[in-house]
């Protein structure tokens, strides 16, 4: 059975669980654990069943929970290399130095490499045969059988027994890089990545294809481009972008500049742009259509609803389609195949 069930959309926190064979893929886990646990029990989905996160982008609506939940159930998590990269720099801010300590810092440095060329040659002079026990790397301990709560790992470990990798913040059980363009597979699930235009490192939308049925996932994007309109053909489920109305936009709260973020080509989907699509590029296969990331300031769900309805009204075919709207507040029921 092939299930799919958005959690929670919005720029407040978006992820979606999409299962199929013996596979359950986390898209995304932009809740805390502790929250996209309750919420995932709520739907009527076992965390602890999980075998992947797989990440869309680096904004913290996408990974905010990402640590603490591959931690929780020892899941590997999947980037491009570009947003991994990011992640990273997003969770060890460099820190500004003056110049004393800057110059603390290289004296430091010095002292240390003066240590170690003192050492070397130290070593050089024992006798080789002294072997040196290499340490094999040790297994990082997971206290994930008894997956139940969501507390930070830290907070549950003994700062003086933790063990290295717990305290550093990028520490994940296992990373999986791939690539926009290259199909692959997890589990029973193959995967599609494409890029989409979207102020991130490297981002990218998916099609799912489990048991025959294809998903396609497209959020935070500031248009659709002609290689994006081509993954979206011959889906049976599309999750598309709504975003913001374009007028609510224009008189609402935004700063300027972030007004002119959001509308930029890398910034997210209005309603008008998505109405656009399903009007005139979509080939309306899907026998349901999401609206997603709806922004809570600059958009109202009926405004969404009815600008996609419209679009999708004119055409005969579509009747059969399902129109929904994920929500930012809690999860939406689960979609059967
Ligand atoms: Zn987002
Ligand atoms: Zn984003």
Redesign the pocket.
């Known amino acids: 059975m092939v299930r799919f069930t958005v959690l929670a959309s919005g720029?407040k926190g978006n992820s979606t669980v999409v299962s199929g064979g013996r596979t359950r893929i986390l898209v995304d886990a932009g809740l805390s654990c502790r929250e996209l646990f309750r919420r995932m029990r709520l739907a009527g989905e076992d965390p602890e069943t999980l075998d992947a996160i797989i990440v869309?982008?680096?904004?913290q609506?996408?990974i905010n929970g990402v640590s603490v939940t591959a931690r929780k159930l020892g899941i590997p998590v999947y980037f491009t290399e570009g947003t991994h990269r990011a992640w990273m720099r997003w969770l060890s801010p460099r820190r500004q130095m003056t110049y004393a300590q800057w110059m603390e810092q290289c004296r430091q440095q010095a002292a240390a490499r003066d240590a170690e060329a003192v050492a070397a040659a130290e070593q050089a002079e024992t006798d080789e045969a002294e072997s040196e026990t290499v340490g094999a790397d040790p297994e990082p301990e997971t206290d994930c059988e008894a997956v139940v709560a969501c507390e930070p790992v830290l907070d549950s470990v003994a700062a003086e027994s933790a063990p290295a990798q717990k305290q550093d913040p990028t520490w994940l059980p296992a990373v999986e890089y791939f690539q926009a363009g290259q199909p692959f597979e997890i589990g029973d699930i193959a995967v599609s990545p494409f890029t989409i235009p979207?102020?991130?490192a490297d981002?990218v939308g998916f099609v799912f294809r489990a048991e025959g049925v294809r998903m396609a996932f497209a959020?935070?994007l500031g248009y659709i481009p002609p290689n994006v309109k081509a993954q979206l053909k011959g889906v049976d489920l599309l999750l598309l972008e709504s975003n913001h109305d374009l007028e609510m936009l224009r008189d609402g709260p935004y700063p300027w500049q972030v007004k002119q973020r959001v509308l930029s080509r890398v910034g997210?989907l209005s309603n008008e742009a998505a109405a656009d699509f399903l009007e005139n590029g979509y080939d309306g296969q899907a026998a349901y259509v999401i609206l997603a990331?709806l922004s809570e300031s600059n958009n109202l769900p009926e405004l969404a609803r009815v600008t996609a309805e419209r679009a999708l009204q004119g055409r005969a075919s579509l009747l059969a389609n399902r129109l929904l709207l994920a929500a930012q507040s809690e999860p939406l029921a689960s979609v059967y195949f």
């Open positions: 720029s869309t982008h680096e904004h609506d996408h979207h102020d991130a981002p959020t935070d997210h990331h």
